[in-house]
């Protein structure tokens, strides 16, 4: 892991408030590619029954990885937001364990770029959701 690259990627998810407030945290980062994991936390249960996390949190590791995977691209943009965000949720996170997401910045444009993701708990066999998503490419000029 670069320092350069994760200090940027660590800036630039300590920007995002909610990102913060869901503690996640950057555990792999590479040319166009990151990695990120959500603790659990009683906190953001969806189902008080099951004790399965909320998709919301589960939406927010997958987006933010995303956009933490276009800025490591090796084109480096100055800056990137979501455009358009598809996540297929596959099943419900085991209860007491972090989630982990993995992207994949693997097509830039000069304006968009295009990844792909996947988060899973400790099973890494069977995703818990994938996405596919789009990000502006931001450059000073």
């Known amino acids: 892991m670069s320092d350069d690259k994760l200090a940027i990627a660590r800036r630039f998810i300590?920007?995002?408030?909610?990102v913060t407030a869901l503690n996640m945290d950057i555990v792999e980062i590479g040319d166009g590619v990151a990695a990120m994991r959500l603790p659990y936390d009683t906190r953001f249960v969806?189902?008080?029954e099951t004790g399965v996390l909320h998709g919301g949190a589960v939406s927010?590791?997958?987006d933010t990885c995303g956009g933490a995977a276009t800025m490591a691209h090796p084109s480096a943009p100055d800056g990137t937001a979501t455009l358009?965000?598809?996540i297929d949720y596959?099943?419900?996170?085991?209860?007491g364990q972090a989630v982990t997401a993995r992207a994949e910045c693997h097509h830039m444009t000069r304006t968009v770029a295009f990844v792909r993701a996947v988060a899973h708990d400790e099973d890494t066999e069977t995703p818990v959701a994938t996405a596919t998503?789009?990000?502006?490419?931001?450059?000073?000029t």
């Open 90 to 95: 596959l099943r419900g996170a085991t209860p």
């Open 46 to 48: 969806g189902d008080p």
């Open 60 to 62: 927010t590791l997958m």
């Open 14 to 18: 300590a920007g995002i408030p909610h």
């Open 133 to 140: 998503g789009t990000f502006t490419v931001e450059r000073k």
């Open 84 to 86: 358009s965000l598809r």
